[in-house]
């Protein structure tokens, strides 16, 4: 009954609101606005709103001061302005509903951009922000923490606070605040081993928007850290070839039976370094050794498979390496590349495989990357051996060549002296 009653409320406020939008919508296009006018007179904070409204998302809509703030931007002086409507400076605590008044009314923002979700602030309050906002914390992160105030942008505009590169500087700003993560219990170093994690190199980097940033893993505006029974669902929507692998590997019970997160286990949560087989039993960062004992079973096979990889990797570089160099030199080459690309993709599913912890598997697809470094190898020989073809070839007409030209030389010299 009292959401029904709050919902009437809303409808009659936005009813009786409404000629004042309008008439703020008008004189918002008509160019004229006496609250910007006077703040830009002003200095410092009173200006700096006025300044940077013209670039705000909501400015753009023809939204004016007064669509938050009240007031009458049709009046020149300040005491008109400021009649019974005017609201002016809000508090922390009514920011979000602020923002829920327009963005939660479905008919209401219809009217600018009907696909937007209306159920930001209802998520808000199931958040870790909202939860702790709702208890009256005003150090809780609200709308204009992440959105910012009066140069809010699209979300999918480079310049938005929020867009995917931006996002964890956004983050960042509370959650690497060594005091304020202090008084919650939580580290402040998110953001800095994101920034190592090859996620962060994929989209920093490559410039990879799919990559994922913050809230890809913890949610916008239902912001949650995912638990130990879901983060594996979480790295299951990028990855979903293993975590089918390690589904049906013998790691998933022994994992769900001592209760440890299944990814982040090995991989970490925001320091997720880029998989090598060094992972593996006697490598530089040695997982095997979390749970096993050094002198198991498991431990020596995972120890032999890490040295194969090895091995087939080093091959590869070395093809790779030597194929250059003959590609440089001028011989055909795009047959041996497709193999050697060809090896670089068994290479990785053998590597894949390891998640599923299926060693005939691992081992048929070692096989099938051999095979075809063999192959490269032999196309990459022929090509050396044309190169020193070519360069015998050129020795013995550069030879020949200038023998010609001495013997010429010669017999022009013996001619000068008969005649």
């Known amino acids: 009954m009292k959401e029904f009653l709050r919902k009437i409320l809303r409808k009659i406020t936005f009813l009786l609101s409404l000629p004042l939008f309008l008439a703020s919508f008008l004189y918002a296009q008509s160019g004229r606005n006496s609250c910007l006018s006077c703040h830009l007179e002003l200095e410092g904070s009173l200006a700096a709103p006025a300044q940077s409204f013209s670039r705000d998302i909501h400015a753009q809509f023809g939204l004016n001061c007064s669509s938050c703030h009240g007031g009458n931007p ?18 922390r605590q009514a920011i979000p509903q602020l923002c829920a008044f327009c963005h939660a009314d479905a008919n209401y923002m219809r009217n600018y951009n009907p696909s937007i979700r209306v159920d930001q602030f209802e998520l808000y309050l199931t958040s870790r922000h909202g ?83 913050c809230n890809d893993c913890h949610g916008n505006h239902g912001a949650l850290p995912p638990g130990v029974s879901s983060i594996a669902n979480v790295c299951r929507q990028c990855h ?118 299926s060693f005939p598997e691992i081992e048929e697809k070692i096989k099938a990357v051999a095979d075809k470094l063999s192959l490269v190898d032999s196309l990459v020989l022929a090509g050396e051996k044309e190169i020193g073809y070519r360069k015998t070839g050129l020795v013995i007409a550069t030879t020949f060549l200038f023998l010609l030209a001495l013997a010429l030389l010669l017999k022009v010299r013996e001619r000068r002296r008969r005649a």
């Open 74 to 91: 049709l009046k020149e002086e300040i005491e008109e302005a400021k009649d019974r409507s005017f609201k002016g400076r809000f508090t």
């Open 131 to 213: 939860q702790a906002y709702k208890k009256g914390d005003l150090k809780a992160a609200i709308c204009t923490d992440c959105h910012g105030v009066h140069e809010i942008q699209r979300a999918n505009m480079p310049q938005s606070s929020v867009f995917p590169w931006n996002l964890a500087a956004t983050c960042s700003r509370c959650h690497s605040d060594l005091e304020l993560m202090k008084s919650y219990g939580l580290p402040a170093n998110q953001e800095e081993d994101y920034r190592v994690s090859v996620h962060a190199q994929a989209l920093y980097e490559k410039k990879d928007l799919s990559a994922p940033t």
């Open 240 to 357: 979903p070839s293993q975590a089918e692998l390690f589904t049906l590997s013998p790691h998933k019970k022994a994992y769900d039976e001592a209760g440890i997160s299944e990814c982040e286990a090995c991989h970490g949560n925001h320091r997720i370094i880029s998989p090598s087989a060094e992972m593996l039993a006697g490598g530089r960062q040695d997982l095997c050794l979390q749970c096993h004992a050094s002198d198991s079973a498991p431990y020596r096979q995972a120890f032999k498979l890490r040295e194969k990889l090895n091995f087939l990797n080093s091959q590869i570089e070395s093809l790779s390496s030597r194929l250059n160099q003959v590609a440089k030199k001028g011989v055909e080459t795009s047959e041996a590349r497709y193999e050697l690309q060809q090896a670089r993709s068994f290479f990785l599913e053998a590597r894949n495989l390891i998640h599923g912890l």
